[in-house]
């Protein structure tokens, strides 16, 4: 089994899972060794970034990805290099990166013997899917003088990650009330708005 402990990054309320460090021969590098060095260059990426310096945060998230190979590179069956390199990309919104490193991480864990592991990276797969999508369809709602027809369809996609969410449910229904006004009475968006606010009260009521 893989023994875990759980820390946190200073940039993100979710835990990085590291393994306890092993000893290792001198001048060699260990997995362990740089799976903690992704945790650190993260942490440091973080703090160049609050404290305005991009270029540094730039490249310390640079070497975030020369551990992550490295680690991977000595072993590819554990899931700590993988859960490590994710929560820094889903930190920097490399969105793309995070997902395809939560699959790996999926990939490489025995949800019998670490159920809330496995649980953890699951939710954070969804998470990084939520979060592309929510920078699609910002990008095309521009606040609500965009592309209000495609911003729908993005929408849609958010409901899918997480279908019993009520905002989102009232964002579907205050857009198609916006689209309604430009396609008019011969449209039936009118009535799938109605729809979308009756569903977000029912959302809304079971969350509380």
């Given at each position: 089994p893989t023994y875990c402990r759980m820390i946190r990054t200073c940039s993100c309320r979710w835990p990085l899972v590291l393994l306890l460090l092993v000893p290792t021969r001198a001048g060699s590098t260990s997995?362990?060794?740089l799976v903690n060095a992704?945790?650190?260059q993260t942490q440091q990426a973080v703090s160049a970034h609050r404290a305005g310096r991009v270029a540094d945060a730039f490249a310390k998230?640079?070497?975030v990805r020369s551990s992550y190979h490295s680690a991977i590179k000595l072993d590819k069956t554990k899931p700590d290099a993988y859960i490590g390199y994710a929560t820094a990309m889903?930190?920097?919104n490399n969105?793309?990166?995070a997902i395809k490193a939560w699959r790996a991480a999926q990939q490489r864990i025995d949800k019998e013997k670490e159920p809330r592991l496995a649980a953890w990276v699951d939710g954070r797969l969804r998470w990084s899917r939520y979060g592309k999508v929510s920078m699609k369809r910002d990008k095309l709602y521009s606040k609500g003088q965009g592309d209000l027809v495609e911003s729908l369809k993005f929408m849609r996609k958010q409901l899918e990650i997480y279908p019993d969410h009520p905002v989102l449910h009232h964002d579907v229904a205050l857009a198609r009330v916006m689209v309604s006004d430009?396609?008019?009475k011969g449209s039936n968006v009118t009535e799938l708005a109605v729809d979308s606010y009756a569903t977000a009260q029912k959302a809304?009521?079971?969350a509380w």
């Open positions: 997995y362990d060794e992704i945790e650190k998230l640079d070497e889903l930190n920097s969105l793309d990166e430009f396609l008019g809304a009521f079971v």
